[in-house]
């Protein structure tokens, strides 16, 4: 596969403040990348997607940043809430077939 | 719409036992179902990529004698993890393709193996 198992790193935001969560991948030939949110013993959740001929993409309070050069997305989640809290996960999808790779996944925790 | 469920939401089996899981496109065929194994704290990772009508695609890694994946009709995939061992116990979730860049998670189900 094209992730590896590690243990989550940890983000904590005040209330109201914005938050960038990175996500660096692994295939250069990957073409389309998504952003998930996982909340405890659920499954995840679609929240933004990019195609890799883009280098920006916004939402409703979101917005993901395509850095092919380094392989870097970002993912920017503007006035951060409480019901933001959550495990964020990017995954890509290499060109060759339609299968979504995750990757290590941060963990948001907002401070009311 | 879009939504995929799975069944049971948790399982508790003794080692040595043999679990199903089914999941199920609720509202949509997906010809393409995917599913995934999450330990705690950790990212999802690919078992398998499951066609209806044909047999899974497993990931490296992945025994599929030990994973046995069904992939009957266009709304129900099944993974069976025989002879269940403590080390089995995790996460597993499915998701569904509507599309070549859409796939619909379900909301998992727990493993645990006393």
């Known amino acids: 596969g094209e992730s590896v198992g590690l243990h989550l790193p940890t983000l904590s935001v005040q209330e109201g403040d914005n938050s960038i969560i990175n996500c660096a991948y692994s295939n250069s030939a990957s073409d389309y990348f998504i952003w998930y949110k996982q909340e405890s013993g659920k499954g995840p959740q679609f929240i933004i997607d990019i195609r890799s001929n883009m280098d920006k993409r916004q939402g409703q309070r979101v917005t993901v940043l395509l850095n092919k050069t380094v392989k870097h997305l970002s993912l920017q989640i503007a006035a951060t809430q409480p019901g933001d809290s959550a495990v964020y996960f990017c995954?890509?999808?290499?060109?060759?077939?339609?299968?979504?790779?995750f990757g290590t996944g941060t963990s948001l925790t907002v401070i009311p | 719409g879009a939504v995929v469920s799975q069944h049971p939401s948790w399982v508790i089996c003794k080692s040595g036992t043999s679990v199903k899981i089914e999941c199920r496109s609720l509202d949509f065929q997906a010809t393409t179902m995917f599913w995934y194994r999450q330990f705690p704290k950790q990212s999802l990772m690919l078992m398998a990529t499951s066609n209806e009508g044909s047999k899974a695609t497993y990931e490296q890694g992945v025994e599929k004698d030990k994973f046995l994946i069904n992939h009957a009709s266009l709304t129900l995939s099944t993974l069976t993890v025989t002879s269940a061992h403590p080390e089995d116990s995790s996460f597993y979730i499915c998701?569904?393709?509507?599309?070549?860049?859409?796939?619909?998670f379900g909301p998992g189900t727990r493993l645990t193996v006393l």
């Open positions: 998701s569904a393709s509507l599309s070549y860049n859409e796939q619909f």
């Open positions: 995954a890509e999808r290499p060109n060759t077939g339609n299968q979504f790779y």
